[in-house]
Structures are given as C-alpha cells and as structure tokens.
C-alpha cells in the first residue's frame, strides 16, 4: 500500500500541468509518458488491451496491479478517514476531466483505486492513462 498526503493537492485548486511539471519525470528512456494523454471513447473488443500490452503498460505504474479479475488497481494509504475522502474528491475531479471513471472503495486510512473498460470488456489504454494521472497525483 503506497502512503500519501493528499492535503497539499486537494487544498486548493491545482491544474492537471500544474501536477505534472511538479511530479517529476518518472518515465523510462523511451517510454511514452502516459499521464500526459488524454482519455478517448472507445466501443467494442478490439479496443481491448492484450496481455503483453498490459504488462508494458503496467511496467510504467509503480505499485498498481491487474487482479484476478483483469481489473487496474492500486491500494492508497492515508492517516486519516478524511484525508482518504479528499483524494477520493480529487480522483473524481479528474475522472470528471477524463470522462472515465474509477470505482473507488473508501475505508479508514486507505483508497483502492479500480480501473477498467466496461465498454470494450477489459482494460483499454483509459485505464492505463488515468492509473498514471492518479499516480501522479498522489506524488504530490
């Protein structure tokens, strides 16, 4: 479980550059920097990530997982209930920006972030590139 202090970020407004010129770069030598794309509407299973996409993809995630399921996920540590509810608050600001939406599980102290594609029936490069804004968010 990765711990991190969402109260820098979600106590004011912060833009989406903003979070990336401070985050670092992060990205290996030529990989693309993948919370620098945008999220676009995809239909149908051939959208589909396969497997060893997935696991390239998921090389640039620290910490996030494909489970069982084939769902993205990643657990989030926090030191209170309240600081967990404000990163859930900005994680929905940026689905809301992305127009793809996490399923998120809230409990003390802790967030588990889920990702996939219902519309093309697995995971997508969506899933792939919101993982790596959340990520970026919580370096903050």
């Known amino acids: 479980m990765t711990h991190i202090h969402p109260l820098r970020c979600a106590s004011r407004a912060c833009s989406e550059h903003e979070h990336d010129r401070r985050r ?4 290996k030598s030529g990989e693309q920097d993948l919370a620098a794309e945008h999220c676009h509407p995809l239909r149908g299973r ?7 996409q997935a696991a390239a993809l998921l090389d640039q995630l620290p910490g996030w997982q494909i489970d069982a399921t ?13 600081a967990a ?5 900005v ?28 519309d093309v029936g697995g995971l997508s490069r969506n ?10 968010l919580a370096r903050i």
């Open 70 to 82: 084939g769902v993205l996920r990643k657990e989030f540590g926090f030191s209170s209930y309240t």
């Open 46 to 52: 051939q959208h589909a990530i396969d497997p060893p």
């Open 85 to 89: 509810v404000l990163f859930v608050n």
């Open 24 to 27: 670092g770069d992060g990205v």
């Open 127 to 136: 899933d792939f590139v919101c993982a790596a804004k959340v990520e970026a």
């Open 91 to 118: 994680v929905a600001g940026l689905a809301e920006r992305e127009n793809h939406h996490p399923d998120l599980e809230v409990g003390y102290g802790r967030v588990i972030v889920r990702y996939s594609t219902h």
